[in-house]
């Protein structure tokens, strides 16, 4: 990570390969700690709010200028001085971009079970972060809020998250509205079971919503237009799960929402939130839940997986962009 980013983060052209920072990986020392291998890492939207000027506050920590970008990964243990972890283990956690990590256990980390034998990148897409802050998000701020039939809308619904949400809102019974931004997008979002897919870069999200709302409850991943055009065609007692704002993560000035008179008028209630603050309630059930109903396909999930390190700046940009089609991992390494 070489510079704080203006508008989109660009990848620089040459992968460096620093010769001062290779490791003895029989030898080096671990002082208690753990040998990793880094096997797959993840590209998610929340990097790019990682990227800012020093002193900005944000609530994951800011990346440093000249150190390895981080992130969501897994990983394999090759040696270890910590009972925690024995050789051979797969652990999930947060992880340095790099191939090999000395480190010690700490709490993002889990050794996971993978009974139902998944390709190790689902852990870090629909059984990894994305995964969780659908369920748990979904859990908490919508679930315990809907009737059957009532409106459901998802913004970015081809996506990590989106296409989850999705699936979770036709598991009870709602009529699901959601938008992607593209023609093939909207194709698989509709193959998920969503009753209204549109791209909206083409059609007016005004226009949709108008037709097929008003809205109960709607999943925001997106922020700017869509969510302004939600507010307007928002049920009364609404609910609304703030999950993330992308349209304007790389944005030198803030959109301002036009039509947040609605709370008022609508009686709407806001959810903002942090999976990591719903951790402790709902992990454990997602672990035990989520991996069976992705290996027996009740759960459908299309992962953008791209091979190579190297290739891990483009893939954010991709993500950045749209230019991703379902959730991006980086294979680094093989088992
Ligand atoms: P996705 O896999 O959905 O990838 C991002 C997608 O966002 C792109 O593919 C693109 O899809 C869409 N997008 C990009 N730019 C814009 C734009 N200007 N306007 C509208 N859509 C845009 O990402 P995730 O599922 O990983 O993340 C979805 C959201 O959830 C993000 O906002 C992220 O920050 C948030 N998040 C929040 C968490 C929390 O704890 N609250 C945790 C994890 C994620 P398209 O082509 O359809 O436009």
């Given at each position: 990570y070489k510079e704080v980013p203006k508008g989109f983060p660009i990848p620089g052209k040459t992968y460096d390969y620093d010769?001062?920072?290779?490791?003895?990986?029989?030898?080096?020392?671990l002082n208690g700690g753990v040998l990793f291998k880094v096997l797959v890492v993840s590209v998610d939207p929340y990097m790019r709010r990682k990227?800012?000027?020093?002193?900005t506050d944000f609530y994951l920590g800011l990346y440093n200028v000249g150190e390895p970008l981080n992130g969501w990964a897994v990983s394999k243990v090759?040696?270890?001085?910590?009972?925690?972890m024995k050789p051979g283990d797969i652990v999930y956690g947060l992880f340095p971009f790099q191939e090999y990590v000395i480190s010690h256990p700490d709490p993002t980390m889990r050794v996971l079970e993978n009974k139902e034998k998944l390709p190790l990148y689902k852990y870090v897409g629909i059984c990894g972060m994305p995964g969780i802050t659908a369920h748990h998000g979904w859990m908490e701020y919508a679930h315990p809020y809907l009737k059957k039939g009532d409106v459901v809308f998802v913004t970015a619904a081809s996506g990590a998250v989106g296409s989850i949400i999705v699936q979770l809102a036709k598991a009870e019974g709602c009529k699901v509205i959601a938008s992607a931004g593209s023609e093939e997008k909207v194709e698989f979002v509709r193959s998920l079971g969503a009753d209204v897919v549109f791209n909206y870069k083409t059609v007016s999200t005004r226009e949709v919503l108008k037709k097929e709302?008003?809205?109960?409850?709607y999943w925001d991943n997106v922020g700017g237009e869509s969510l302004d055009a939600a507010l307007e065609f928002a049920a009364q007692k609404a609910h609304f799960v703030?999950?993330?704002?992308?349209?304007?993560?790389?944005?030198?000035e803030p959109y301002n929402v036009k039509n947040l008179q609605q709370l008022v008028w609508r009686e709407i209630t806001f959810h903002g939130f942090l999976f990591l603050s719903l951790q402790e309630k709902y992990t454990e059930d997602f672990y035990k839940t989520f991996p069976p109903r992705v290996a027996s396909g009740e759960l459908k999930y299309k992962d953008d997986v791209v091979h190579g390190l190297e290739n891990a700046g483009k893939a954010l940009l991709d993500v950045l962009s749209g230019k991703n089609f379902g959730k991006c991992s980086v294979v680094v390494a093989d088992e």
């Open positions: 010769a001062s920072q290779t490791i003895d990986l029989e030898k080096a020392p990227m800012q000027e020093p002193g090759l040696r270890s001085e910590n009972p925690a709302g008003p809205v109960n409850v703030i999950c993330g704002m992308i349209s304007s993560y790389n944005t030198e």
